[in-house]
């Protein structure tokens, strides 16, 4: 059946992939690592690698993860590093060899490490030094019988690599003092090894990675990702914007945490495949070292989050950036304010595109078309392929332009929680179809627009009240620099809207907000608590705020 979002696609956007024309991810890349072996793959730290020096590094991982350490397919290898080059070699050695990936965020706690260790039974660990005290404060207590260890720099080559590292440790002190019997050294496991690799059969319904969610909200769980899952959403991805690209080859700037789904496959990933130079931000907080990066290329690609978009404008040197050649910025993982997309258009000449994806759908479901000419606020069109449908409590249909839970199907969608089967029964319906716990309506066009998460809505006098809508009314204001919205009891009103404020303008008033949210909210909507903070808001390693972090 013809969908009605198909007639808003860019021209060039087919509405049917071929899904079965490479069996596997390694199989994937490999033809993408032949077909452009010369040109220059990822660059970190001011260094870059060719897509034949990123198979051959691969190859000898794979070989030493295979021949010394015994791993064998469906084993489980967990890695844990920042952006940066060891990170991608990891990546693409565990796929030849038909592991396991489970993706684990650098700055965990032990706590947090041990629960996602022991859940995904990851014997194999690969790990940067400076979360090397991390893991021996839980280790005793994990599988992990394998421990690889890297310091940031050993991907760069000498007198660089020594220096950084060198600076890293001594000089920033960003390394405490560790001690981990046997541990394995990631430059020793590449020498003497071939720089060939016979892969094993991967079928389809292989799992590639178990990317771990939901750890806000409780004990994070497992979403099983398959070979195919990925692959479809990495040929979905490029279907929709690939054509935009140069076929010379492009320079992508990636400064999200590859730990995180959105970087994994809609920027690291995707960008790989269609012979794009991928520019690995290792620590984008620290936005002068960022934007310095920013200067010496002329990228073509940006993805990023609201909050990143609005920290680099704040920097006087971003101005300084060259933006010609600038084709493409997706903004996603949270809701895009209207205020700085409309900042970034006045420096960036380019139209903040928002999309819509989940860690359960490998990630992406929706996006605005590339072409598209102004900022609308909306999340997008479901990509070629991906049936989405807004249902009701009872898990029928509504009416175009009525909010209800968004609901998903498509070659994208996870198999399932990882030794969670009640809690994967209840995220999926009798016919398929993915409840994803957001809230959305679909206009007459088949946009779609993402009001708020289900657990997140507040219910004031029986009104449904979305923290989105409040946050976006408040982030117009010139004088608020971030702002968070919950709901707390209220003995009248069952629930109310509290804000928590970070300044931009320190002459910013209680009162004055105040009066400004009456001018531009229904009564019932207006926050009952103001609280302002020094600080920044809590938010998850791509920069999203978390709510649930503020309650209580």
């Known amino acids: 059946m013809t969908k009605r979002w198909y007639a808003q696609y860019d021209k060039e956007v087919k509405t049917s992939i071929d899904f079965e024309e490479f069996p596997n991810l390694p199989a994937y890349f490999e033809s993408c690592f032949e077909k452009y072996k010369d040109r220059p793959a990822f660059n970190n730290m001011g260094h870059t690698i060719s897509f034949q020096e990123l198979r051959e590094l691969a190859n000898q991982l794979a070989n030493y993860l295979t021949n010394d350490l015994k791993l064998e397919k469906g084993d489980r290898i967990a890695i844990m590093m920042p952006n940066c080059l060891q ?77 950084i590292n060198f600076v890293i440790k001594h000089i920033k002190k960003m390394v405490p003092k560790w001690n981990i019997p046997n541990t394995i050294w990631f430059n020793d496991t590449l020498k003497n090894q071939p720089t060939t690799f016979e892969m094993p059969e991967i079928s389809k319904d292989c799992i590639a990675f178990l990317q771990y969610t939901g750890g806000t909200t409780g004990l994070a769980k497992g979403a099983i990702l398959t070979h195919y899952n990925v692959l479809s959403n990495l040929l979905q991805c490029s279907v929709w914007f690939n054509f935009v690209l ?195 309506y679909m206009d007459e066009r088949g946009y779609f ?55 931009h303008d320190d002459s910013l008033t209680k009162e004055e907000l105040l009066e400004y949210c009456r001018e531009n909210l229904t009564n019932y909507k207006i926050p009952k608590v103001i609280e302002f903070r020094t600080e920044e808001l809590p938010k998850t390693p791509v920069g999203k705020i978390l709510r649930r972090a503020l309650q209580g």
């Open 246 to 440: 140069s076929e010379d080859g492009d320079v992508v700037i990636n400064a999200l945490p590859i730990c995180h789904i959105f970087s994994l496959v809609a920027v690291c990933f995707s960008s790989f495949v269609n012979g794009c130079e991928n520019v690995l931000i290792t620590n984008p907080k620290d936005l002068k070292t960022f934007i310095g990066v920013l200067r010496k290329f002329q990228f073509a690609s940006f993805a990023g989050v609201n909050t990143l978009f609005k920290k680099l404008m704040e920097h006087p040197d971003f101005k300084k950036v060259d933006f010609s050649k600038l084709k493409m910025c997706a903004s996603g993982g949270m809701a895009t304010e209207e205020a700085v997309a409309k900042k970034w258009k006045e420096i960036t000449g380019n139209i903040l595109l928002e999309g819509y994806g989940l860690t359960e759908c490998s990630p992406v479901v929706l996006f605005n078309p590339i072409l598209t000419e102004t900022f609308s606020g909306k999340t997008g069109l479901p990509l070629p392929e991906t049936d989405v449908q807004i249902r009701d409590e009872d898990g029928k249909e509504v009416p175009v332009g009525d909010v209800g839970e968004i609901c998903i199907s498509g070659p994208q969608v996870m198999k399932g929680y990882w030794n969670h089967e009640e809690e994967t029964k209840n995220v999926f319906y009798e016919d398929g179809y993915l409840k994803t716990g957001d809230m959305a």
């Open 87 to 163: 990170n991608v070699i990891s990546l693409f050695a565990a796929l030849k060899v038909g592991l396991i990936v489970v993706n684990v965020n650098p700055i965990y706690t032990p706590r947090e490490l041990e629960h996602q260790l022991k859940d995904a039974g990851a014997t194999t660990i690969i790990i940067f030094e400076n979360a090397m005290l991390t893991l021996e404060k839980c280790l005793k207590n994990t599988p992990i019988k394998n421990v690889i260890c890297t310091k940031l720099g050993d991907s760069l080559p000498f007198p660089k690599s020594a220096i």
């Open 449 to 503: 627009k993402i009001v708020d998460r289900k657990k997140d809505m507040v219910i004031v006098s029986g009104f449904n009240v979305y923290p989105t809508e409040i946050e976006n009314v408040i982030a117009n204001n010139p004088k608020v620099f971030e702002v968070a919205a919950i709901g707390i009891p209220d003995e009248t009103t069952g629930e109310a809207v509290k804000v928590f404020i970070v300044k």
